[in-house]
């Protein structure tokens, strides 16, 4: 797009978002925490999956103060199944240097807010745009499609200091009278118009100042080298429970993968050893019977786990044993879930 054309683009994609936008939660309020939230659990998650938990988080933490004084327990089993579960961690320490720092009131600068934990260009920019009315960009995957096709940009988007390219396309395009309709529209127009594949080009209000649509490039664009390769991993899982009915529980580390989650033993498959073998003697099990239960496939970020999950009737004098009770009151993972889900199952045809 010729820079002639910038109020034209400006009109075109703002009249476009007011009048066409989705009715979303978060989009009725200018409350810069509840967006802030919004914009957290949006990274990386389908809007149709986090739209029950946003309503649901903030009925459980409607204030800065309520999720500053939150247990992380109670906090992790409300974002369970949402996944990335540092997000929420980092939310919670944000949201307390909020609370200690600034008197509770989310800063309305980029200075200020971007020295939030978890806070990054983004995330700020969002907040500063939509809450605040503040003109600044707030670059995302969806901003980087539409704006490479538009401007025919080449530059390799999965490379870190490209983002710092559109974010100066952003500010050069930024709509200051409207910058958060400008921002939303962005990203409502890569979202439902601007698509990785098959973009609906006739449909798009700001096709006639797109460059990508006039070469007909919108194929060839972005530019995005393939991803690192996962790494893939096996399990066995093991649903131990004793004669009292209780299961065999442990917590996973502070930090890492899945940090503070709770699990079922878990043993690295080795064509070596027995699993089964290495769990009981690791956990100091003694094993009275086993069954299988569920073979399933969890996809993390840069990690594949592999899981064969087993009920197993034990003892032990060491371990954490808890009721299923107890156990439906903790966060637990996806893939734990259902494993969880077989085990009631498998139960109730005993």
């Known amino acids: 797009m010729s820079y002639p054309y910038i109020k034209e683009f400006q009109n075109s994609l703002v009249e476009w978002f007011q009048r066409e936008k989705r009715d979303l939660p978060w989009r009725k309020t200018k409350d810069p925490y509840k967006i802030w939230v919004s914009e957290v659990m949006l990274q990386q998650t389908r809007v149709d999956t986090v739209i029950p938990y946003y309503e649901n988080f903030l009925e459980k933490f409607p204030t800065v103060e309520a999720l500053a004084t939150a247990e992380e ?67 995302d995957g969806n901003v980087m499609r539409v704006l490479s096709r538009v401007l025919l940009i080449e530059d390799d988007i999965a490379l870190p200091k490209t983002k710092k390219v559109f974010e100066k396309a952003v500010m050069d395009l930024m709509d200051i009278k409207h910058p958060s309709d400008f921002n939303q529209g962005l990203m409502e127009l890569g979202a439902l118009v601007c698509t990785p594949t098959s973009p609906k080009c006739l449909l798009c209000p700001v096709r006639d100042y797109c460059g990508a649509f006039a070469e007909g490039q919108t194929s060839n664009l972005p530019v995005k080298t393939k991803k690192t390769k996962v790494k893939k991993l096996a399990y066995d899982v093991f649903i131990v429970e004793n004669d009292k009915g209780q299961l065999l529980m442990e917590k996973r580390p502070e930090s890492g993968l899945l940090a503070n989650m709770w699990e079922f033993p878990m043993v690295l498959e080795n064509e070596h050893y027995s699993a089964l073998a290495e769990f009981s003697q690791q956990y100091s099990v003694e094993v009275l019977g086993q069954e299988a239960l569920l073979t399933l496939k969890h996809v993390f970020s840069h990690i594949v786990w592999n899981l064969s999950s087993y009920y197993v009737q034990g003892e032990s004098k060491s371990g954490i044993w808890l009721s299923l009770e107890e156990i439906e009151q903790l966060p637990l993972a996806v893939p734990m879930q259902k494993i969880l889900q077989q085990y009631k199952i498998s139960r109730k045809k005993l």
């Open 73 to 139: 327990e109670f906090l992790l089993k409300q974002w369970e199944g949402l996944g990335y579960y540092s997000r929420v961690r980092n939310l919670q320490a944000g949201v307390r240097e909020v609370v200690e720092n600034y008197h509770s009131i989310v800063p309305n600068n980029r200075a200020s807010i971007s020295t939030l934990k978890g806070v990054g260009p983004y995330t700020a920019g969002a907040v500063l745009s939509i809450a605040y009315g503040v003109p600044e960009h707030a670059v």
